[in-house]
């Protein structure tokens, strides 16, 4: 049983250069979160995968069997850890996320993941809301440039809006080097 446990949302091919739906600095947050996963391994911590599928009419990636909805390399599932398929933003909706975190003993949810502004903020929220105390690794998400009222929003703006509104209430927002430095000290 582990209190603490890491949860790794849809970092998934589509979603780097050349992909279906390309971020901005997925490279990045895809090493920042494998700081992270290289971090839980080493204390033998729970790790969980969420990995979307799109399976509504008109989805443009994230299509089941393509190589765009794979797990992306750099955050690669071992043999021991929990892929968990979604159709949903929130991780929790519809999957089995919540009854596995509770057979770990896991209260405290450390989350890296994409995109910040929509599958990251529901999890995120929806932990809050079921009681699970969160850390999200700010430089290990990632998101790309949005639209409303006839304006582009620039992905900077949407990230920082989003851990913004994320940051106290909802969660500890913090670089990754806190939460690996943090993890080491126990």
Not at 102 to 123: K, P, S, Y
């Amino acid at each position: 049983m582990a209190e603490t446990a890491l949860l790794i949302i849809d970092i998934q091919n589509d979603y780097f250069p050349s992909g279906a739906m390309a971020l901005e600095g997925p490279e990045a947050a895809g090493r920042n979160a494998a700081k992270l996963l290289a971090a839980f391994r080493a204390k033998h911590l729970p790790v969980f995968h969420m990995r979307h599928l799109s399976v509504r009419p008109g989805a443009t990636f994230f299509i089941p069997d393509t190589p765009g909805a794979e797990i992306h390399p750099s955050v690669a599932p071992a043999a021991n850890e929990r892929v968990i398929e979604k159709n949903y933003p929130n991780s929790f909706r519809e999957t089995a996320l919540e009854t596995r975190l509770e057979a770990a003993g896991t209260r405290h949810l450390v989350i890296a993941g994409m995109m910040t502004q929509m599958c990251v903020d529901a999890t995120v929220r929806q932990a809050f809301d079921l009681g699970y105390r969160v850390t999200l690794g700010a430089d290990a998400c990632a998101t790309r440039d949005q639209s409303f009222g006839g304006q582009t929003i620039p992905a900077a703006q949407v990230q920082g809006a989003f851990l913004a509104a994320l940051s106290g209430l909802y969660a500890k927002v913090v670089p990754v080097e806190e939460i690996v430095q943090s993890l080491q000290d126990k």
